[in-house]
DNA sequence: TAGATTGTTAATCGATTAACAATC
DNA sequence: TAGATTGTTAATCGATTAACAATC
């Protein structure tokens, strides 16, 4: 299949959930406007995201939301699964792994790092903490692909080098900072200070 | 000025941070090729953010940060600044309050929630923890414009309910719960799971 | 059937990029 | 001047929405 626009992937992943929440429910078809509906979408684009990724409900009476929810586990989830590391364990970095374990799911924690002597050693939900240094080496042995990037700002462009090194395939970058790591590396920034400063600005604006 | 478009005001959020790390370091003036290489841009994105804000050089020698910083502060800011709860002191509630404060800005944490007896009452980098029953009080008593919601998701809806009750202009929505407020409230929403699901879709495929 | 739903093409909207004249 | 930089228009790209024929 070809590669998926960006804001369809992202809807995906939204889909899967709602549908999921809708099996355990006990529903088991889905009309298009429904779904937009809990996602706060129009139907056409639902139909249209569905479209792309070549699903079709054959008689018109919703989608079969089983069959739906398996398509979308075929086209987001690796099938031996996803291995991650946080690395920066600071307030973020913990919030986030206590956040994403235990979530039944194919992407796995399976490794955190920081530099404090303090934090190295310790356990996160269960999930080891080690050192920095032992990044590479951690990296090779778990198999780890992504990164979630949760260190200070002054130490951001650093451990993404690090990261590059080791041979991570993609970087969460939660830190203000912007990454100049080149193309072979995926990295999706997230920034919580733009975005709290938008929300301030269309509240004034709009 | 009209009502700016959305990455705009994304990046004049990047460009403000940026520029006052070269202000710092003593530089004055900055050419849009060299901004744009900062953030990941290119030079004519920057000059066409610039161009929307109004802002021009006059001479052909790069852009007076200082003047630019300062007419970037006049759109983002709110003169008087803007006050903002974290509601749900859980450990995201709690890394962003930590992560908010002490930065001297305009967008001031002035209270956070909770609903658990024992986290109410407590202090959060300084900042006092009420009683989630105790919104609407202190929303209009510390005028608070906006709020970000760190809740779990089974009360998500229901705060947001509360906080369209109390008054609140606008929410940075960090649950994986999609809220159906109506137009008067400008929301943002931000996905942890979506975004780590994205970054492992592009990794595997792109 | 009539009404609701679907899949898809065409049109529109928003954002980025190419192209280039004007300026220092 | 010649080269670098800027501001802006036109073209392109990506995403959403409108329109509608086909289906149950």
Do not use: W
């Not at 490794?111 to 303090?118: H, N, P």
């Not at 990164?147 to 993404?160: D, S």
């Not at 203000?176 to 920034?189: A, K, S």
């Amino acid at each position: 299949m070809k590669v998926l626009p960006e804001k369809t992937v992202e809807r995906l992943s939204e889909y899967r959930r709602a549908l999921i929440k809708c099996l355990d429910s006990g529903q088991t078809h889905i009309y298009s406007h429904q779904l937009a509906k809990l996602l706060n979408l129009t139907a056409v684009q639902v139909r249209r995201d569905l479209m792309f990724i070549g699903y079709s409900s054959l008689q018109r009476k919703g989608y079969d939301i089983k069959a739906l929810v398996d398509l979308i586990v075929s086209i987001l989830d690796a099938k031996e699964g996803l291995n991650i590391a946080v690395v920066g364990m600071g307030n973020l970095g913990t919030a986030i792994t206590s956040y994403f374990t235990g979530k039944r799911s194919r992407l796995n924690i399976v490794a955190v790092f920081d530099i404090d002597q303090k934090t190295i050693g310790k356990a996160f939900n269960g999930i080891a903490c080690y050192n920095i240094s032992e990044l590479k080496k951690m990296v090779q042995e778990k198999n780890i692909k992504i990164a979630i990037l949760t260190v200070p700002p002054n130490v951001a462009t650093q451990t993404a080098n690090d990261l590059k090194e080791a041979g991570i395939a993609g970087i969460l970058n939660f830190t203000t900072v912007p990454l100049h790591i080149g193309e072979q590396i995926y990295v999706e920034d997230y920034d919580m200070v733009t975005s709290i400063e938008k929300v301030a600005y269309f509240v004034k604006n709009k």
